[in-house]
């Protein structure tokens, strides 16, 4: 049972609380209406069962992307019960700065506030109530970044799904805590930084490798003491500049022009440290871009604007390609956003 306001936990600091809320485009909506509110939230997160008990709505949502992370507050203005199912293509790591969330996912449950964050594992059902004066601050997490991450972390793609323990004392969590204050720092004072194609990266990088380090997982001990050695420079290197610079009209030469190594050390350090070629790892990376654009950009308004911006001109091995990396086509991707 959701405690009354007077029993939650301190507000977190001032630079967190106020996260997010300088930027008056980072507010994708505020409104006092349901199908709004369920509308609005589920074209950044997915679709949901939203129900709304005692006050009315006074709902608002604020978004900023940093790759294939996104960091985001939330707040309803009333006690809601939400329903969304298993998140499915993404992971939540939900930070109450006030009040309370009855967090239910798979097997696990707690009851959160602003010492204890939720993180939601992908794969399983999650149920939630929050209370009318809970605001939370949202890291957004695409799985197939998680994953890729995790591989190059192990020397290997991971045989088993990530499963995560539900409960995060995230501000007893040192590392966690103070990437939180650093990223509402940057968004605050140097918002262009975070949005520059190799910040963003390093950024979803550092959150995604924080999150691995300090929350309790299915393959924590794999990562603890039976992972093959970090990928050399040069495997670091075209990464990043793939990132940076994904739109390009890349070539396998050019890559490894860029790391300094012959094309063979190129592909194979791909191989042993990332379990794929580098022009694998840059389609990868390219259908991430798709999909967080037909999510997140208004301005596309169809499928094949999408695909062809990150180079795809083959559209059918395209939708082929991404319904293997995300469970479905295109087009219901899409639709959700609509």
């Known amino acids: 049972m959701l405690l009354p306001p007077t029993a939650t936990a301190t507000m977190a600091t001032p630079a967190l609380a106020a996260a997010l809320l300088g930027d008056p485009g980072r507010l994708v909506f505020a409104s006092t209406d349901q199908d709004q509110a369920r509308a609005a939230v589920g074209a950044v997160f997915k679709p949901h069962r939203l129900a709304i008990g005692g006050n009315r709505l006074a709902a608002r949502l604020h978004h900023a992307p940093l790759g294939a992370v996104s960091f985001n507050r939330l707040a309803y203005g009333a006690e809601v019960e939400i329903d969304p199912g298993p998140m499915g293509d993404f992971l939540l790591v939900q930070m109450p700065l006030s009040g309370q969330a009855d967090v239910a996912c798979g097997t696990q449950r707690i009851l959160s506030d602003a010492d204890l ?31 890729r991450v995790c591989a190059a972390y192990l020397g290997r793609r991971p045989e088993q799904a990530l499963r995560f323990a539900l409960g995060m004392a995230w501000r007893r969590q040192a590392g966690w805590y103070q990437l939180m ?46 992972g093959k ?32 190594v012959s094309l063979r050390s190129l592909y194979a350090g791909f ?34 604007t999408a695909a062809m911006r990150w180079g795809f001109t083959h559209l059918g091995r395209f939708s082929a390609e991404y319904r293997r990396a995300f469970g479905e086509c295109p087009g219901e991707t899409l639709r959700r956003r609509g």
Not at 234 to 248: F, L
């Open 117 to 147: 964050a939720s993180v939601l594992t992908p794969s399983d059902p999650v149920r939630m109530r929050w209370s009318a004066d809970n605001d939370q601050l949202i890291v957004r997490v695409e799985l197939g970044a998680l994953e």
């Open 181 to 226: 204050q650093y990223l509402a720092d940057l968004l605050a004072c140097s918002p262009e930084a975070a949005q520059h194609p190799l910040t963003a990266c390093q950024l979803e990088q550092l959150v995604i490798g924080t999150l691995l380090t300090v929350q309790p997982h299915s393959l924590s001990e794999d990562l603890r003491g039976r």
């Open 271 to 304: 191989r042993e440290h990332r379990g794929l070629s580098p022009m694998a790892y840059l389609r990868a990376v390219r259908l991430e871009r798709v999909r967080h654009d037909l999510l997140n950009v208004a301005a596309v308004g169809s499928v094949s």
């Open 229 to 260: 050695p970090l990928a050399p420079r040069h495997v670091k290197v075209v990464e990043e500049y793939i990132h940076a610079h994904a739109d390009d009209a890349l070539t396998p030469a050019h890559l490894a022009e860029v790391a300094g």
